[in-house]
């Protein structure tokens, strides 16, 4: 268990930080006016006002576990380029998503300025570690293999599978806990396989990530005394991405391509079944509705709880077989 010392002492800062800032941003939510409201429209399952914002209290508790544990574990050189990168751009994503829950952007912008976060997270670097898709060993796996180089289209290939988690991620946001549950079981799955792949930095970062959401369900899980907004779900969608980028993708080249596909398994599936639906009811595909694996659970007559429990445990379950594999074949 040596090396799961800091990354286990940095999920525990990081949920207690959140429990603790969690009703500070409740109370500033409600004084800003930051409420969920059920009759917007019918896409919502709750039926009371809800305040929103609570990324500001997972921002925090990651923030906070980080500035705690990193000068322990590497004082010489606490914070890289590109964690500094990611942690300044986060901020910028939970300002963003705190404006988006008063003015409703719409999705073309919020597409817009997701892909320019995940352009710009690539620039800082040490020379070693950045945020990006340099490139891929082809045929997978197989002593015949070769390093391809994706060149500049490595920028253009990371901006859009940054894009696409840090979506994902916010839009299984629909009932209580649903968002925070995934993010912690991911983020958790991530600091395991990269202590497993003696990365401990990226270990430790996914645990403050796992931690603080976590700690956000001690009032987010049904019934919800708050909702994490956009730029919760945004925040932890966009730090995961990156960490699989850093961390988890520089796996073995067979296991790379599988690695994005199970660890976010649910809120992927839960994205490609929203968008063919809509195709194929002829709708927008940006459009919202009541598509989601979650609402369909709920159709079929689930609580709340019940629903966030199925896709806990199939999460859980397609991130077990990943551990696994790593361990056996990574």
Same mark, same amino acid.
């Given at each position: 268990?040596?090396?799961?010392?800091?990354?286990?002492?940095?999920?525990?800062?990081?949920?207690?930080?959140?429990?603790?800032?969690?009703?500070?941003?409740?109370?500033?939510?409600?004084?800003?006016?930051?409420?969920?409201?059920?009759?917007?429209?019918?896409?919502?399952?709750?039926?009371?006002?809800?305040?929103?914002?609570?990324?500001?209290?997972?921002?925090?508790?990651?923030?906070?576990?980080?500035?705690?544990?990193?000068?322990?574990?590497?004082?010489?050189?606490?914070?890289?380029?590109?964690?500094?990168?990611?942690?300044?751009?986060?901020?910028?994503?939970?300002?963003?998503?705190?404006?988006?829950?008063?003015?409703?952007?719409?999705?073309?912008?919020?597409?817009?300025?997701?892909?320019?976060?995940?352009?710009?997270?690539?620039?800082?670097?040490?020379?070693?570690?950045?945020?990006?898709?340099?490139?891929?060993?082809?045929?997978?796996?197989?002593?015949?293999?070769?390093?391809?180089?994706?060149?500049?289209? $490595?920028?253009?290939?990371?901006?859009?599978?940054?894009?696409?988690?840090?979506?994902?991620?916010?839009?299984?946001?629909?009932?209580?806990?649903?968002?925070?549950? #995934?993010?912690?079981?991911?983020?958790?799955?991530?600091?395991?396989?990269?202590?497993?792949?003696?990365?401990?930095?990226?270990?430790?970062?996914?645990?403050?990530?796992?931690?603080?959401?976590? $700690?956000?369900?001690?009032?987010?899980?049904?019934?919800?005394?708050?909702?994490?907004?956009?730029?919760?779900?945004?925040?932890?969608?966009?730090?995961?991405? !990156?960490?699989?980028?850093?961390?988890?993708?520089?796996?073995?080249?067979?296991?790379?391509?599988?690695?994005?596909?199970?660890?976010?398994?649910?809120?992927?599936?839960?994205?490609?079944?929203?968008?063919?639906?809509?195709?194929?009811?002829?709708?927008? #595909?940006?459009?919202?509705?009541?598509?989601?694996?979650?609402?369909?659970?709920?159709?079929?007559?689930?609580?709340?709880?019940?629903?966030?429990?199925?896709?806990?445990?199939?999460?859980?379950?397609? !991130?077990?077989?990943?551990?696994?594999?790593?361990?056996?074949?990574?």
């Amino acid at each position: 268990m040596s090396g799961f010392r800091y990354p286990l002492m940095t999920m525990v800062i990081a949920l207690f930080a959140t429990i603790v800032l969690t009703p500070v941003a409740k109370r500033y939510a409600i004084k800003k006016g930051a409420i969920d409201d059920p009759t917007r429209d019918d896409r919502r399952v709750h039926t009371e006002p809800v305040p929103r914002w609570g990324g500001l209290a997972i921002y925090g508790g990651v923030l906070l576990a980080l500035l705690i544990v990193l000068p322990l574990a590497y004082p010489l050189q606490p914070f890289p380029p590109y964690l500094i990168g990611m942690l300044l751009l986060g901020g910028v994503l939970v300002v963003l998503g705190a404006i988006d829950d008063l003015k409703q952007f719409s999705a073309k912008w919020q597409m817009l300025y997701l892909l320019a976060i995940g352009v710009i997270v690539q620039l800082p670097t040490d020379g070693v570690s950045r945020v990006r898709v340099q490139g891929m060993n082809w045929p997978l796996g197989g002593s015949d293999s070769h390093w391809v180089s994706f060149g500049a289209w $490595g920028v253009v290939i990371t901006a859009i599978y940054i894009f696409v988690v840090t979506k994902t991620m916010d839009t299984i946001d629909g009932i209580d806990g649903l968002a925070a549950g #995934i993010s912690g079981i991911a983020a958790g799955t991530l600091s395991i396989i990269a202590t497993y792949e003696s990365q401990p930095r990226v270990a430790l970062i996914a645990a403050a990530a796992a931690g603080a959401s976590v $700690g956000f369900l001690r009032y987010n899980y049904n019934p919800a005394k708050i909702f994490m907004g956009t730029g919760g779900a945004q925040l932890l969608g966009f730090i995961l991405a !990156c960490l699989s980028i850093v961390g988890a993708l520089k796996t073995a080249a067979a296991l790379a391509l599988f690695i994005p596909v199970l660890v976010f398994g649910v809120p992927i599936i839960d994205a490609v079944v929203v968008v063919l639906r809509r195709i194929w009811s002829h709708q927008p #595909i940006t459009q919202a509705d009541k598509r989601h694996l979650h609402h369909s659970l709920l159709n079929k007559g689930l609580s709340q709880r019940q629903a966030v429990w199925v896709l806990y445990i199939l999460a859980m379950a397609l !991130c077990g077989v990943l551990i696994t594999i790593v361990r056996l074949y990574g």
